[in-house]
């Protein structure tokens, strides 16, 4: 079992940053490819961004491409998402989310967070 807590979220301006966090427990966190995904109220859950254990391969939504940025550090078992120039469309529940894969760009997520609130105004 992989447990992943996100923090982070909150109230910002549109053009404002923020730098959502994800801590995994449970398993060697190396082994993990970690993702990033957001449900907007009415939508539903799209993914954002993913990068592999060893940060080689990354990947990002046409939506946020030249704004976000995945970063993990493995001796922290944590996942970054740095979220620049948000926009009031960025308003979302932010989740973090993990499978255990190696090779390429993963089809899917055994384990996700909570979730974090994200709330850009206008």
């Known amino acids: 079992q992989v447990q992943l807590v996100e923090s982070g979220g909150g109230l910002v301006q549109a053009g404002g940053s923020l730098r959502l966090s994800c801590a995994a427990s449970g398993r060697t966190f190396s082994s993990l490819f970690m993702g990033w995904f957001r449900q907007a109220p009415g939508k539903e859950r799209e993914f954002v961004a993913g990068m592999s254990w060893s940060g080689r391969t990354t990947d990002y939504a046409d939506s946020v491409k030249g704004r976000f940025t995945i970063s993990r550090d493995n001796a922290k078992n944590t996942v970054y998402l740095q979220m620049n120039s948000l926009n009031p469309e960025d308003t979302a529940v932010y989740y973090c989310?993990?499978?255990?894969?190696?090779?390429?760009?993963?089809?899917?997520?055994?384990?996700w967070g909570q979730g974090t609130q994200v709330t850009v105004s206008s």
């Open positions: 989310a993990a499978v255990i894969y190696s090779g390429g760009l993963p089809v899917g997520y055994d384990y």
